[in-house]
């Protein structure tokens, strides 16, 4: 009994409880210009985020700027149960609680920051 208790309460910390909404990361997302180029790799184009396994999710996209010669990513991660994730390279990243916007905050300066908006 106490062991079933302990694995419901650590279910719930993996999956989150809900209200009723719950984040949507998958999908395809257009990136708005405000990455600076000049200085930054940047995504560029359109991201994509595809779920693989119950837990986990790859984020794809092609770059663009300072990025010692690599013109892709392909990220493979844990699926956040919240609205916001630390993700290495890119930084924070935050989803708009209605799903439809991504914003990166780059540990490298705001002018490295992103931001995506979901295709209809």
């Known amino acids: 009994m106490f062991r079933s208790f302990i694995f419901l309460i650590l279910l719930s910390a993996v999956i989150g409880w809900s209200d009723g909404t719950s984040p949507n990361w998958l999908g395809k997302f257009n990136v708005s210009p405000l990455c600076d180029q000049q200085v930054c790799c940047c995504l560029t184009g359109e991201i994509q985020v595809k779920e693989f396994g119950y837990f986990f999710m790859g984020l794809s996209g092609k770059l663009a700027g300072q990025c010692n010669g690599l013109s892709t990513i ?15 390279i890119i930084g924070v990243l935050k989803l708009n609680e209605d799903s439809t916007t991504l914003t990166a905050e780059s540990p490298l300066g705001s002018q490295c920051n992103g931001r995506a908006v979901r295709q209809q």
Do not use: A, I
């Open 74 to 88: 392909w990220l493979p991660v844990m699926k956040p149960s919240t609205y916001t994730t630390k993700l290495p």
